[in-house]
């Protein structure tokens, strides 16, 4: 955050997430941080009545979609980068949503290792 000067950090509040949601509200509160801390929850389906994006079947898939887009956009020369990024896959709903693989699926299929957060299939 200090590097970036990020004034808003969505983090992931489910799990391990709500502890570091909460030691940045921490900080936050103690001056040692401006940014704005904000809690999410990924797999909370988005609405359209909320002006969400209707493509994408929850919070999760549309970060990993948009930054599948900016992979795609750019030469990636960090073939290490590149190769984590395409670990994740998705698929459409019946309801022509993209959905994005979940953790527990991934990690089981890539035998418990985890990948980035941005992916394409």
């Not at 948009?66 to 750019?74: E, M, Q």
């Amino acid at each position: 955050m200090r590097e970036t000067k990020a004034t808003k950090v969505k983090i992931d509040d489910t799990g391990v997430g709500g502890g570091v949601t909460d030691r940045l509200n921490e900080l936050r509160a103690e001056g040692k941080i401006k940014a704005h801390i904000v809690p999410i929850i990924v797999g909370t389906p988005l609405g359209e009545a909320n002006g969400d994006d209707e493509r994408f079947l929850n919070v999760r898939a549309k970060p990993n979609w948009l930054a599948r887009d900016l992979f795609l956009d750019i030469d990636c020369a960090d073939e290490d980068l590149l190769a984590e990024a395409v670990e994740i896959k998705y698929r459409q709903t019946s309801s022509g949503k993209l959905r994005i693989e979940e953790k527990v699926e991934m990690k089981k299929r890539l035998a418990g290792r985890s990948a980035s957060t941005c992916s394409w299939s």
